[in-house]
């Protein structure tokens, strides 16, 4: 049993209207190889939870729809932008591809683009209880977070993953 499994505690619901036990919440963000975007968004969530008080009530992590930059670290451009933002990431984090698995051990399946939405419902034989989503479609723009691998913005990408972070954790609250 791995610490996504794990996490499956009862805590406390972050919802102050409805305070009652559950379990843990548990996102996957994903993009193409996992090295920029999705790191990125685990970063930038598990920074806003940590700012909200509500990190141990969720269970933040990253995977890939592809498997070519599997067992990489993150991109050292897309480390150099969370570290001028502030926001602390896993040294040690490296990339992995999603499984047909994750589709069941993880309650929000969050992807970059449509191409990663299209990718992570064929890993996951579908999307039978609507996990899957994209990042920019909770921030009310249906859009992707362009790849900074090949735009080598990582700027932007910082800024659209800030805002769809922020506002899927006002989803969240909600």
């Not at 685990?42 to 940590?50: F, P």
């Not at 509500?54 to 570290?83: H, M, T």
């Not at 591809?97 to 994750?102: R, V």
């Amino acid at each position: 049993m791995d610490a996504v499994d794990q996490a499956a505690v009862r805590v406390e619901k972050p919802n102050a209207k409805n305070t009652y036990l559950c379990r843990m919440q548990k996102i996957l963000f994903v993009c193409l190889g996992n090295i920029c975007r999705s790191p990125m968004a685990e970063a930038i969530m598990r920074h806003i939870l940590q700012q909200k008080g509500q990190a141990d009530n969720y269970k933040i992590a990253s995977a890939a729809v592809s498997e070519e930059e599997w067992g990489n670290p993150i991109y050292p451009p897309a480390a150099r932008i969370l570290r001028a933002h502030g926001i602390p990431y896993d040294t040690e984090r490296i990339a992995r591809q999603m499984k047909a698995e994750d589709y069941d051990r993880f309650d929000l399946i969050v992807g970059m683009d449509e191409a990663n939405v299209l990718a992570i419902r064929r890993i996951a034989g579908g999307d039978p209880q609507n996990k899957v989503h994209m990042l920019m479609d909770y921030a009310g723009c249906h859009r992707a977070v362009a790849d900074p691998w090949y735009t080598r913005d990582f700027e932007t990408a910082y800024r659209d993953i800030m805002t769809g972070c922020q506002a899927l954790y006002d989803h969240l609250m909600s």
